[in-house]
């Protein structure tokens, strides 16, 4: 062994004491590794950043992007809509919203799928009474699987393309991975279908700070177009359809005749309705019924920037205390708009650009990001934690599933590269007003991101030192004399074991070229190795901390460490033994 090879494999080896050490962030030993590397002479200083312009890094970027745009559209949740209202029961729900997640995750990618229908999911569970432990821990499972299906589907896919294409001159195509990613999602979706009962049903879920504030009451007002073709709806139907989470407090009719509203109330075009309830459900009853939010006639002025909400709680020393919003003014003076406030627990029948505002009382206000920053300092009034905040903001609907549909047809049909097709269609997003750019760039997952560009020179480090052929020398000296189906299944089992201690990108680009590595000395199929690691590495069913869609549940789903054992023991099993068999099968892995 060389020097050089002797610092490649001592820089990887601190790499991953620290990843399985845990006290420091992953993105952080990323850029240490990466620097320190250059700093040894292991990754050359010319080539320290090439990782951050890689295709895999643009790949995984776009689908995020495109991903929170279909989450936004809302097209899921009104697909599913007529479906779960049949869902009375956990037996039922688990399997249909598993299957659904391990659906869109061949589509998108894997952890923006789960994001997707997490919130559906809760509000079943709120509507039906399951305990939401049952239903998250599922649906990670199956967006892991699911995403093993497409090349976008997730991370580990898109980097052993990467290392095929560097290695042997090809990469993986957009659904080489289907045939032994949909036999093992389907025989994840029967086990699930079953084995969920082995979850704990009265765990506390935790609830993180943007939920507890998404729980605060407002009250807004819409506007029922004089053209709107909704067909005549009751006041209790609107109660139902925003699922009992917000309701008609107040309905103005004509030149301001006040209408008390009972559940049997028929509203009618021209309607003005005083709509009370969680922001969230605000926004999507106002948007899905195709009513106008009830603002100010002139539209703001928007010049360049951005426009978007905040929330801000009046202070005590506040200029609109005892004032009401018509005034104060805000659009003449500040050129914000007010959509709506939550009165501190108080209720009021008045109008709410007439109802005066009280110290405690948290707006929604609209404006560009300057005009916000002007407004809340001479109003007297603070931010709130930034999240998104959206009333009755129509988006297009249809659209971002079209987008998606055409980069996958685009990919499918080799007529553009992935990263250039995925790429394409997170411009398209915002082109589109899908979403906007400041929901694109927080769509981003930084540490993912930083963590794969930034391992990548020092994985290639330990390729082109030759220290990858050592590790595949000796790997291959054990495995002589056993048989090659079984080389395949140890290599599955070693990226499953390495992926809850490392994460699952790094052990990709470490175990991949190693894979490529054994199946030369060997004489094996390296493309059924690479898939070995592709499918053990994404199979991360032990650990909350191996893959972000485990992590995403943790908290809502209130489970602890061991929970992820109980379950995802038995799962990653049968994925051992049936996707060992399953690769064997179409990708064969030869002789000796």
């Known amino acids: ?66 991903s929170a745009a279909f989450e936004r559209s809302g097209i899921v949740e009104l697909a599913l809509r007529p479906l779960l209202s049949r869902l009375k029961t956990e037996q039922a729900q688990v399997p249909a919203l598993a299957g659904a997640t391990a659906l869109l995750s061949m589509a998108s990618k894997n952890v923006g799928a789960l994001a997707i229908l997490m919130p559906v999911a809760q509000q079943l569970s709120r509507r039906s009474g399951t305990p939401i432990s049952r ?28 290392v095929r294409e560097q290695s042997l001159g ?19 979706l029967v086990f699930l279908a079953f084995a969920y009962r082995i979850l704990p049903k009265d765990r506390p879920a935790q609830v993180p700070l943007t939920e507890a504030m998404a729980s605060q009451s407002y009250v807004t007002e819409a506007l029922i177009p004089d053209n709107w073709d909704g067909g005549p709806k009751r006041v209790a139907e609107i109660g ?18 006040r209408i008390q509203p009972r559940p049997d109330t028929v509203l009618q075009p021209g309607d003005v309705l005083q709509l009370e309830g969680e922001a969230d459900a605000l926004h999507k009853l106002i948007a899905d019924l195709r009513w106008s939010p009830h603002r100010a006639d002139r539209p703001l002025e928007r010049g360049k920037e951005e426009v978007r909400s905040v929330e801000a709680v009046v202070g005590a020393d506040s200029i609109l205390t005892g004032k009401s919003v018509t005034r104060v003014d805000l659009q003449t003076r500040f050129n914000v708009k007010l959509l709506a406030v939550a009165r501190s627990g108080r209720k009021t029948s008045q109008r709410l650009r007439a109802a005066p505002i009280r110290p405690g009382d948290i707006l929604v206000l609209r404006g560009a990001e300057s005009d916000l920053s002007k407004a809340l300092t001479d109003l007297g009034a603070l931010p709130l934690a930034d999240r ?41 997003m915002v082109a589109t007003r899908a979403i906007s750019m400041r929901e694109a760039y927080a769509s981003l997952d930084g540490t993912v991101l930083v ?56 052990t990709v680009l470490i175990l991949a070229p190693v894979a490529i590595g054994v199946a030369r000395q060997l004489h094996l199929s390296p493309d059924a190795l690479l898939m070995a690691v592709a499918t053990g590495a994404a199979c991360d069913f032990l650990t909350p901390v191996g893959h972000q869609c485990n992590t995403l549940v943790l908290g809502p789903g209130g489970y602890r460490f061991s929970d992820y054992t109980k379950l995802g023991a038995p799962l990653s099993v049968l994925v051992i033994v049936v996707g060992t068999l399953l690769i064997s099968v179409f ?5 000796r």
């Open 451 to 506: 963590l794969i560009a930034a391992l990548t020179p020092v994985s290639e480090a330990l390729q082109k030192s030759g220290g990858a052929d050592i590790i595949a020398t000796q790997l291959s000296a054990l495995m002589l004399h056993i048989p090659p189906l079984a080389v395949l299944g140890l290599m599955l089992m070693a990226a499953m074991a390495c992926a809850p201690f490392m994460h699952n990108a790094p």
């Open 587 to 591: 990708w064969p892995i030869g002789g």
């Open 170 to 188: 090809k990469p993986f195509g957009m659904y080489e991975f289907a045939p032994v990613g949909l036999g093992l999602t389907a025989l994840g």
């Open 240 to 257: 139902e359809a925003a699922g009992g989470v917000a309701e008609v407090t107040g309905i103005v009719r004509g030149a301001d005749k």
């Open 1 to 66: 062994m060389t020097l050089h090879q002797g610092l490649a494999f001592g820089l990887i080896g601190v790499t991953l004491l620290l990843f399985i050490w845990g006290r420091l962030r992953y993105d952080l030993i990323a850029l240490g590794s990466v620097l320190t590397g250059v700093l040894i002479g292991v990754v050359p200083a010319a080539h320290a950043f090439d990782g951050f312009k890689s295709d895999v890094v643009v790949i995984i970027a776009s689908a995020l992007v495109v």
């Open 388 to 428: 998104a905040v959206q009333l009755g903001a129509r988006r297009p609907l249809v659209l971002p599933a079209v987008i998606l549909a055409l980069a996958m047809i685009c990919v499918a049909v080799k007529l553009l590269p992935v990263a250039i097709a995925f790429a394409i269609a997170a411009v398209m």
């Open 135 to 162: 239903l998250l821990m599922p649906m990670s499972f199956a967006s892991l699987l699911g995403g093993l299906v497409t090349l976008v589907g997730t991370s580990t896919n898109i980097i052993v393309s990467q």
